[in-house]
Structure formats: structure tokens, C-alpha cells
């Protein structure tokens, strides 16, 4: 018998449009994008489903557009396979995207992980702004390879491998002249190319450490439960469901690498060989089928 998993992307996977066939379609998704306009204070639905994309796209925005929209998702999966989602046995969500998953599986509701993921993201830009980085995306070169560009890239600034998506696929986040120091070197050191990513700063590495303080104090707001399912952390590969554990990681995720490709990999040593990916795009459907081809990944569109 098959085992279901439900996965949320990350951001990046935002773009204009998404999100509006749905609210026009399903009194549910709309209702969410109702509620998200009370709590945030602004039109989330307006910038998603017109943009501009520049404004969509800044880390502040994205990130409450991004959990909403892979919710809205989700009410239409539960309104066309309700089976499908009492079947779900674990969840896992890329950086952003544990959030949404979080709230799939209970552990909060709706209103605390949306204000949850807005001082995410108002704390992120501000710890980005304080220190000029980036991240950059290198394709074709192992995990002791990475590593080894930056070293060699890394100078007196930062630089350290903080997204391992799947074989082949790495991001390295740092200040601006490591990061282009690495993408000029990654050529050299055996790597098919290196793409500077359009992201505000060095998410998931010691950067981003002013951002622990805001997001602590959010989050010692917010009442988090006992998950109904495993939530598979980005921290460490692992299940995790107790409440304090949950908020620990989320804290620690900030500034911790995203270990995406364990995550799944675990998930296959537990036997689960059904995934669905709910939200915009199908960037874990193709990290998936990197990671393992003969899976079953199917993909809920906002």
C-alpha cells in the first residue's frame, strides 16, 4: 500500500498570477487570501494575482504570498481527493515551506503561521540589509566539492554551503565577493555553471543571525501543538512533531543549511513512494525525480 507525503515550496517559486484561478474557483482559497488581508494589513491577493513582480518577489512579501498560495492549494486537493489528505502520513516543506507544512499538520493555525512567516520575512530583509549577500546556485559538483570552492572563494568574508537539493544541486550563501568569487571560480573547479540567485541575502547561514532574536520573540507568541503527523525538519532530516522541538528547529533553520535531499531520502527509507508537491511551480517535483526517477510526485498548482 502506497505511503503519502505532502511537500511545500520554498520561496522562489513565486510568480504573478498564481493563486487567482483558484480564489475565483473555490470559496476556501478565497476566504484564505480574506483572511491573510486582515492580518497583514495589505492586499496579498492583489500583488499575487497582478504583482508587480519586483514587489512580489521581495523577501517580505513572497514568503506570506508563498504560505498562503500553497494553502489555498491544498483546499483544492482536499475539495477534489479528500482521501488523498486524510491519507497523508508526513509532510515536508522547503525553507518557507516548513511553515506551510506546520500548519497542514496542525502544529498552528492559520493566523499564527501567517504572522509567523511575516516577521520571518521582515527579519530576514533586515538582517540581509545589514550585511551585503547572496546565494549562489552550483550545478554539477558533490557536497566535498562545494565545500572545497568555498574555501577557495571565501577570502575574508563568509561563505558556506546552506542548500543540499539534490545530487548535483547546491547553493552556497555568503557575502557579495565571496559569492562572486565563486561563481567565477566554480567554472574551474569541475562545475557545469554557477547561477547567482535573485534573493535578498545568505539565508540559512550565520547572516542571518540577527534574524534569531525577532523570530524567537514571534514565535514565544504563537501556540504551537502537537503535529498530527511527522513534520520532516530541514534542520537535521528528521521527524519531529512535539511542540517544543518544532519551535527550537524553526529558530535553528534560519541560519542552519537546508538538508532537502536527506529529507527525502528518509522519507523513501520509511517506504513513502507517493509525493504531492502543493503550491506554485514544480521545482520539488524535479529536485524528486534528481534524487530518486522512478518516484510518484504529483503537483497541486495554485
Request: with cysteine; charged share 20%.
Amino acid at each position: 500500500m502506497s505511503r503519502i507525503a505532502f511537500l511545500f515550496p520554498g520561496q522562489g517559486a513565486q510568480r504573478v498570477g498564481m493563486g487567482r484561478e483558484l480564489a475565483e474557483s473555490l470559496p476556501a482559497a478565497r476566504a484564505l487570501y480574506d483572511r491573510a488581508a486582515e492580518i497583514l494589513g495589505y492586499d496579498l491577493a492583489q500583488l499575487c494575482f497582478e504583482g508587480p513582480d519586483e514587489e512580489l518577489s521581495s523577501t517580505v512579501i513572497s514568503q506570506p504570498a508563498l504560505f498562503v498560495t500553497s494553502l489555498a492549494a491544498l483546499e483544492q486537493l482536499r475539495s477534489e481527493s479528500p482521501d488523498v489528505v486524510l491519507s497523508c502520513e508526513a509532510t515536508a516543506g522547503l525553507s518557507l515551506g516548513e511553515y506551510t507544512a506546520l500548519v497542514f499538520a496542525g502544529a498552528m493555525d492559520f493566523e499564527d503561521g501567517l504572522r509567523l512567516v511575516q516577521a520571518r520575512g521582515e527579519a530576514m530583509q533586515k538582517a540581509a540589509d545589514a550585511t551585503p549577500s547572496g546565494m549562489v546556485s552550483v550545478l554539477g559538483l558533490e557536497r566535498v566539492q562545494v565545500e572545497q570552492l568555498c574555501d577557495q572563494a571565501r577570502g575574508d568574508g563568509i561563505l558556506q554551503v546552506s542548500n543540499l537539493l539534490c545530487p548535483g544541486n547546491i547553493a552556497i550563501s555568503g557575502t557579495n565577493a565571496a559569492c562572486e568569487e565563486a561563481a567565477e571560480l566554480a567554472q574551474s573547479a569541475g562545475a557545469m555553471k554557477a547561477v547567482p540567485l535573485a534573493v535578498a541575502g545568505a539565508f540559512h547561514t550565520p547572516i542571518m543571525e540577527p534574524a534569531v532574536k525577532s523570530l524567537s520573540e514571534a514565535l514565544d507568541r504563537v501556540t504551537m501543538r502537537k503535529s498530527k503527523i511527522p513534520v520532516i525538519s530541514n534542520v537535521d532530516a528528521q521527524p519531529h512533531q512535539e511542540p517544543d522541538e518544532l519551535r527550537e528547529l524553526l529558530i535553528r533553520q534560519v541560519v542552519s543549511p537546508v538538508h532537502w535531499e536527506d529529507s527525502m531520502r528518509y522519507l523513501f527509507d520509511q517506504g513513502f513512494d507517493q509525493f504531492y508537491e502543493i503550491g506554485p511551480g514544480r521545482v520539488l517535483r524535479g529536485l524528486l525525480r534528481r534524487i530518486e526517477r522512478k518516484v510518484s510526485c504529483q503537483s497541486m498548482m495554485a
